[in-house]
């Protein structure tokens, strides 16, 4: 079992940062990749980024890539999304999740998840 705990969500200017946290535990926390996700009122849940947990290997949508980073760090079982130049297009609940390989952007390829945290860029 992994449990997944989001934080640092808010409510951001157009052009501003904001940087969320996902807090892992469990007893096989190390046996998964890690990912975001984001979903907005009406549409689905999409990828947003993943990250390895041994080699910290990078996958991103490549409609994020310049904008979002994420980044982990193991001693403290914790995965960042560091989102900058925030677009209102980018309001949405985001998700993380925990699954075997970073590789996987579908949903149903993602074996646990956090209960999310809002996002809301005004413009």
């Known amino acids: 079992q992994v449990q997944l705990v989001e934080s640092g969500g808010g409510l951001v200017q157009a052009g501003g940062s904001l940087r969320l946290s996902c807090a892992a535990s469990?007893?096989?926390?190390?046996?998964?990749?890690k990912a975001w996700f984001r979903q907005a009122p009406g549409k689905e849940r999409e990828f947003v980024a993943s990250?390895?947990?041994?080699?910290?290997?990078?996958n991103y949508a490549d409609s994020l890539k310049g904008r979002f980073t994420i980044s982990r760090d193991n001693a403290k079982n914790t995965v960042a999304l560091q989102m900058n130049t925030l677009k209102p297009e980018d309001t949405a609940v985001y998700y993380c999740a925990a699954g075997r390989s970073y590789y996987f952007t579908r949903r149903s390829q993602y074996d646990y998840w956090g209960q999310g945290t809002q996002v809301t860029v005004s413009s």
């Open positions: 469990g007893r096989t926390v190390g046996n998964y990749d």
């Open positions: 990250i390895s947990h041994n080699s910290g290997s990078t």
